[in-house]
């Protein structure tokens, strides 16, 4: 009969700790019911990006709050997971295969105006985005 040590039980139960943090981790944000709940705070409609590098404004059509994660990654085929899901701050990580991946963070003012810090590597290149989203109007 072969009997375990202490020290070989914790190493399994870590092991087996290990794998279940990393499974839930990796639990992709599209498989949740609805998405951040700060999502469903901000106001539906047109939106303005006004980036602080000096780059042109953007406008977008807000329609799930969706539209803000990836901003440099316009990719349909990206996995998203959620990292943080606060009442007012949002962190998403993803990974668009073949075009690299990002890191964006959405941090709600107001329900019209948000701050958006984003970093990642697209198409090889490192990048690294600081700006303010501000609903304009109607879509």
Aim: hydrophobic fraction near 35%; charged fraction near 20%.
């Amino acid at each position: 009969m072969n009997h375990l040590s202490i020290s070989d039980v914790r190493a399994i139960v870590v092991s087996c700790v290990a794998a279940t943090t990393l499974t839930l981790a990796a639990i992709p944000v599209v498989a949740q019911n609805s998405g951040p709940a700060m999502f469903r705070t901000l106001t539906k409609g047109a939106w303005t990006i006004k980036f602080r590098d000096g780059a042109s404004d953007r406008k977008i059509c807000l329609r799930t709050g969706q539209e803000l994660v990836q901003l440099r990654h316009r990719d349909a085929g990206c996995s998203q997971f959620l990292v943080e899901d606060g009442a007012t701050k949002v962190t998403v990580q993803y990974t668009c295969p073949g075009n690299g991946y990002g890191r964006t963070s959405i941090r709600r003012e107001t329900p019209t105006l948000v701050q958006l810090e984003s970093q990642g590597i697209e198409g090889g290149l490192p990048f690294q985005l600081v700006a303010e989203a501000r609903r304009t109007g109607s879509c």
